[in-house]
């Protein structure tokens, strides 16, 4: 079986929660970061700091990115060339060229590349997924979506549409994935977003954000996305109704008793999806994932989901800008279709 030797890049909050995952598996973590939080976070969990990237790429057969989006692409390029394959943090990137070229790259080194699309994983979505295949919701014909949290300005990259595309990609991209996973590809989309899009100077201006995308599906069903970002002391929410010729199934997450994740100095870490989840869902995503890394069967999600949601929320944002409804492109080239993992 293939050994589990992890490098981690990046030691925020997301760090936090795939780390215990792995040293769970026994892997070997090797943390690197450009930030100073590298040191802390290999001290908390008993791991080792790389003091370069190359240091720990070299001996890497897995690369977790836990990186702001803008810089995935070139992490993600390198630990290919060094022979790793590679779980990457939703989203892949910002444009879908690059992102497409991340898949491109990992079919042409023979490794596989998984985006961290930890949503399939909840439970309730497991379960809505089941009840949309097997038929008991008859024929869908409308999902609506919703997830709300406070504004991240932890980290002031969130807020910048620069670096992370904004709420309608860093947040909703969640969200139109399980659409997409659902009721099949999105052939256009219309979208808009009001309130702080640009990144506020402190928690104490009280930013809020909201964006809405409406998804028109190739097999007719149409999805709504609404994504809010709200003052520092709003509850972490997401919820869905789903309406088909059966009848609906409905989930709000508040309904269930919240499991805590605990970040940095004792503080519950900000902006990370609560839930009864009985398995920490980031747990059973790396899990999975280091299944099929170690030869096991292929995950739930791959490459070029990864890739179709980075499309989507290009769409978005196109939307956003014209007002208009955009048309989405989700072919693949029939050799990445064949060859990817």
Known sequence: MKRLDVAMIGAGFIARTHLPAWIALGARVRVFSTDGQAARLAEDFGVTEASTLEEALEWATVVDICTPTATHRDIALAAFEAGADVLCEKPLALAPADALEMAYAADKAGRQLYPGHVVRFFPAYVRLRDAVNSGALGRVAVARFTRTGRYPTWSPWFSDPALSGGIVTD???????????????????????????????????????????????????????????????????????????????????????????????????????????????????????????????????NALDGVAAVRIAAAARQSVATGLAVAVDDDCPPKLMEGSH
């Open 171 to 301: 947040q909703m991209l969640h969200d139109m994935d399980i659409a997409r996973w659902l009721f099949g590809d999105v052939v256009s989309i219309h979208a808009t977003q009001r309130g702080h899009l640009t990144a506020p100077a402190s928690a104490s201006e009280g930013p809020v954000a909201t964006g809405s995308a409406t998804l028109t599906h190739a097999s007719g069903v149409i999805s709504q996305v609404l994504g809010v970002w709200g003052p520092p002391a709003t509850p972490f929410r997401y919820t869905f109704h789903v309406a088909g010729s059966n009848g609906t199934l409905t989930h709000d997450s508040l309904a269930h008793p919240s499991l805590r994740l605990i970040g940095q100095a004792g503080a519950e870490a900000a902006g990370v999806p609560t839930g009864d989840f009985g398995e920490d869902p980031f747990a059973t995503q790396i899990r999975e994932f280091a299944a099929a890394f170690q030869g096991g069967s292929a995950p739930r999600v």
